[in-house]
């Protein structure tokens, strides 16, 4: 790609707030030029344009956004949303020079079509639907014709906290105009409202509630795909376990024994559901312990707040076995999560 005539601008810049916009940018085979690649690259949205699909000369409308994925702020922590529309079909790819992350993606055509192949899969997503892919991983996207899409990069391991087992979700096609895909789309149009992200507590408040809308989405997939082998029952029952630990995480009673009581079915089936969705009742209910943690720790509201209070708060009776588990999750103290999200 090469820049067109109207450039590069930069919208914004608040906090860990930082948006760009490329206007009518001319887009030919090969790399970006230095200039966009230098504001696209942080955000781990580089690809190469392999072939156009399409005669003519071909565009690209393209802005970005980005919460705490530009060196300022705590990158588990944060969320880059990038939304754009070309004039003409291209095949594209993302190779391995150009990896520099390990984010979740996920994609939403709002119009027009792609073809992804990734994984030894391959799915095709049209108006209205969402797909999910790695972006550690090598890829290749076919835009037959003139499209819209957006492009929502979340970080895996909080991913990973908030929906275990999420690689079998990728490159899964979401149902066309899922609920959850509307909301996305609504985000995106927060954090392209400047007046919305004047502030670091609104700006977490937006990536933190695009976090817990992707997990949903990933759940969806996996649950698409669970549906259509037969298991609706057993899927609907474990998603309506899930949300129950969550509500109850801090102060309710999620021992198997509880849970099984409330939901009307044995601890060994309540097991075993865990079991078919690759983790453990006991390692679910960690993750969501940490995820919670990492959250609070990564906000400024709550730097004045002591690291015991929080973990013992989101139910660790130990401060050495939050700190030993913290560490082993997220590759990071909880003191270097709260001084890259809280700095003095």
Same mark, same amino acid.
């Given at each position: ?38 504001? +696209? @690259? #942080? ?5 190469? &344009?392999?072939? /156009? =699909? ?8 393209? %802005? ?106 990728? +490159? @899964? #096609? ?5 609920? &959850?895909?509307? /909301? =996305? ?8 409202? %400047? ?150």
């Amino acid at each position: 790609m090469v820049i067109g005539e109207q450039g590069l601008c930069m919208t914004s810049a608040t906090g860990d707030f930082r948006s760009y916009r490329f206007s009518h940018v001319s887009v030919d085979t090969g790399d970006l030029r230095t200039d966009v690649a230098g504001v +696209v @690259r #942080p955000f781990g949205l580089e690809w190469r &344009v392999v072939s /156009l =699909l399409s005669e003519g000369p071909c565009y690209e409308d393209m %802005a970005v956004a980005g919460v705490g994925r530009n060196g300022s702020g705590p990158e588990d922590a944060g969320v880059c949303v990038q939304r754009a529309s070309v004039s003409g079909g291209a095949l594209i790819e993302r190779t391995p020079d150009l990896l520099c992350n390990d984010d979740v993606v996920l994609y939403i055509q709002e119009a027009g079509q792609r073809t992804v192949s990734q994984l030894g899969r391959e799915a095709t997503a049209g108006a209205g639907n969402g797909l999910l892919w790695s972006n550690a991983d090598v890829s290749t996207v076919v835009l037959p014709e003139p499209a819209r899409f957006v492009h929502i990069c979340v970080p895996r391991k909080l991913m990973l906290a908030l929906a275990p087992g999420l690689e079998d979700a990728f +490159v @899964r #096609p979401l149902p066309p105009n899922a609920g &959850v895909l509307r /909301l =996305l789309l609504s985000y995106v149009d927060v954090l392209e409202d %400047a007046d919305t992200t004047k502030t670091p507590e609104l700006q977490r408040a937006v990536a933190t509630h695009i976090h817990d809308l992707c997990a949903l989405a990933i759940g969806a997939t996996r649950d698409a795909a669970e549906i259509a082998k037969g298991r609706g029952l057993r899927v609907a029952r474990l998603r309506a376990i899930k949300a129950d630990v969550i509500r109850n995480l801090r102060d309710g009673d999620i021992s198997v024994t509880a849970l099984a009581r409330r939901h009307h079915v044995t601890a060994r089936y309540i097991q075993r559901l865990f079991e078919g969705d690759g983790t453990t009742l006991s390692r679910f209910v960690l993750g969501q312990r940490l995820a919670q943690a990492y959250r609070m720790l990564a906000d400024p509201a709550q730097g004045h707040r002591m690291i015991g209070t929080l973990a013992y708060e989101v139910g660790f009776g130990d401060l050495s076995t939050f700190n030993r588990e913290f560490r082993r999750h997220f590759g990071a103290t909880p003191t270097d999560v709260r001084a890259a999200g809280c700095p003095s």
